[in-house]
């Protein structure tokens, strides 16, 4: 008692596919033919416009880097500082300067073009 039929061939053997967005994909057994049914849902948490308030919401953490990556990262870095350079003492203050630029509240006081246009 299939409640639909393909727009295409009018067959009735159809199968539905629950998508992420609680549509359904539609597959016609006979012809091929694919279309989505029903109204694709909208996430609560993810607004559909994203705005400076909901991108700073989500603002990434270094816990949003893989483990994996993360140990990589840390083997790299002592392994460039234990062989051929050392501690490079303007490092210290070029990582203070965009560690400050790219947190969650330098982000905000911040324009486009300061990456550029200083010093
Ligand atoms: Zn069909």
Not at 85 to 105: C, I, N, T, W
Request: include cysteine.
């Amino acid at each position: 008692m299939p409640l639909i039929a393909c727009p295409k061939c009018n067959s009735e053997d159809i199968n539905g596919t629950p998508q992420a967005d609680s549509r359904l994909l539609i597959h016609c057994e006979d012809c091929g033919h694919e279309w989505l049914r029903g109204e694709a849902r909208r996430d609560p948490s993810r607004p559909a416009v994203q705005t400076i308030d909901s991108l700073h919401a989500g603002f990434p953490t270094t816990l949003d880097v893989r483990l994996d990556v993360r140990e990589r990262v840390a083997m790299l870095v002592s392994e460039f500082q234990t062989t051929q350079h050392g501690p490079v003492p303007e490092v210290e203050d070029y990582r203070a300067k965009y560690q400050e630029l790219f947190s969650r509240e330098g982000c905000r006081t911040r324009t486009p073009t300061t990456c550029s246009s200083s010093p």
